[in-house]
């Protein structure tokens, strides 16, 4: 992709990320106040009623009717949440615009608050989760293990872009929030779930757009964090002291894994469930789609001779396909506590988040600047960007 085709991508991915925020951030910092003031307008749901229809909104299976005991008996560790969660998202949308960064003592003292409020959005959720356990929980035992993994995601994406910040890091800083980011904004996307889901199965509930929503974004939550991470990539050439990733015999090596793995875990679910659910089909289409992305922008950048471009989609790629063997080990982890089945969805929405956040975090790692130490004791980059 040529520069200019780059930079316009970016521009008009940053506008309908920061559309979302600034649309949604509002309908989340209202909607804990009618659990405090009957009369609260009630942004959110009148959106979901009107867009769907009342009785998805309102009626059996909906989080309204589903979660009203625990909100009731957890609304101000709810409200802390909530409020910080909205109030984040517009300020992290904010710090991606590069003309918000150019000022940057403006930059930083935004960051600081907005890393603070987020990290106060997931207290939020963490005492919410460890209120009401698995059972308490929307949708279960699946949702919980996601949201649990969301939550600690978050906190380590913030915790560790705060430090890369700090050291001066600057590529690892950028994608680190980037994670982050694209972690908080799972909770407007998956309304964006709800209202397209909603109209395309008629018949559906909020129990069951929630799963298939959260299957999706368990691959395009981290996977949207990277394309972020390589918008914001501006590095002609690696540091001398990041030596190449081993070679073809990773690349079969990891291949060989996931298909013997797919295979388990193709047998097992034959076994214990009847047909493909709608669920488990929204998954692999993520799962299918965020191949198809990798495969393709590596091949991409191969072709035009961008080798650092290269490198990153090839590890995000078998990061990718490491999801299938991590499905298969916490699957039968999640067999412990929980039913079959409930081991089964909590398996399709953590493992391939999981796979691809760690394939994140080599990529990260090898976007560090190495500094060496001269004789008089002054630091000096290698190279740098
Ligand atoms: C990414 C990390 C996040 C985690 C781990 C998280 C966790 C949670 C949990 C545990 C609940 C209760 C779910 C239940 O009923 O079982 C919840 C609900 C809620 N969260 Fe978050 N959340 C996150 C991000 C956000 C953000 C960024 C916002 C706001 C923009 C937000 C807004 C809400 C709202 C409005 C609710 C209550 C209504 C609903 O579930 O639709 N959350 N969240």
Redesign the pocket.
């Known amino acids: 992709m040529s520069t200019t085709a780059r930079k316009r991508a970016s521009l008009i991915g940053w506008g309908a990320i920061t559309a979302l925020?600034v649309l949604?951030?509002p309908?989340?910092?209202e909607?804990?106040w009618r659990f405090f003031n009957p009369d609260a307008p009630e942004l959110?749901n009148h959106t979901f009623g009107a867009v769907v229809d009342h009785e998805e909104a309102y009626g059996p299976g909906s989080?309204e009717a589903?979660?009203v005991v625990?909100?009731t008996q957890?609304r101000y560790i709810?409200l802390f949440?909530?409020t910080?969660?909205?109030?984040?998202?517009v300020l992290f949308a904010a710090q991606f615009s590069a003309r918000v960064r150019r000022n940057l003592a403006r930059h930083r003292l935004i960051g600081r608050f907005a890393a603070s409020i987020?990290l106060i959005?997931?207290a939020?959720?963490?005492a919410?989760?460890l209120a009401?356990g698995p059972e308490?929980?929307?949708?279960g035992a699946a949702?919980?293990l996601?949201?649990?993994?969301?939550?600690?995601?978050?906190t380590i994406g913030v915790g560790l872009g705060l430090a890369a910040a700090v050291k001066r890091q600057i590529a690892m800083h950028q994608a680190l929030m980037a994670y982050a980011f694209a972690?908080?904004?799972?909770?407007?996307l998956?309304?964006v779930f709800y209202l397209f889901l909603g109209n395309l199965w008629p018949e559906t509930t909020q129990l069951e757009t929630n799963l298939a929503g959260a299957a999706f974004l368990a691959t395009w939550a981290p996977l949207g964090a990277f394309l972020a991470a390589r918008a914001l990539d501006v590095r002609q050439r690696r540091t001398t002291a990041i030596g190449p990733l081993p070679g073809r015999a990773l690349d079969l090596g990891v291949l060989a894994t996931a298909v013997v793995a797919a295979a388990a875990l193709g047998w097992r679910y034959s076994t214990a469930f009847d047909g493909l659910d709608r669920v488990t089909t929204t998954g692999l289409v993520g799962v299918v789609a965020g191949l198809s992305v990798a495969l393709t922008n590596h091949l991409a950048a191969r072709r035009a001779g961008n080798d650092l471009a290269a490198e990153e989609w090839r590890v995000i790629g078998l990061a990718q396909l490491a999801g299938a063997p991590t499905g298969v080990v916490l699957w039968a982890l999640y067999d412990l506590p929980f039913t079959t089945y409930d081991a089964y969805l909590g398996m399709l929405l953590t493992a391939p988040a999981l796979a691809l956040s760690i394939g994140f975090l080599v990529v990260v790692w090898r976007r560090r600047v190495v500094r060496r130490t001269t004789r008089s004791g002054e630091a000096a980059q290698l190279v740098d960007h």
């Open positions: 925020a949604y951030g309908m989340a910092i909607y804990m959110w989080i589903e979660q625990q909100y957890n709810l949440h909530t910080a969660g909205g109030i984040a998202i987020a959005g997931m939020g959720a963490m919410f989760l009401v308490g929980t929307f949708d949702f919980y996601q949201l649990w993994a969301l939550a600690l995601g978050t972690l908080l904004l799972t909770a407007p998956l309304r």
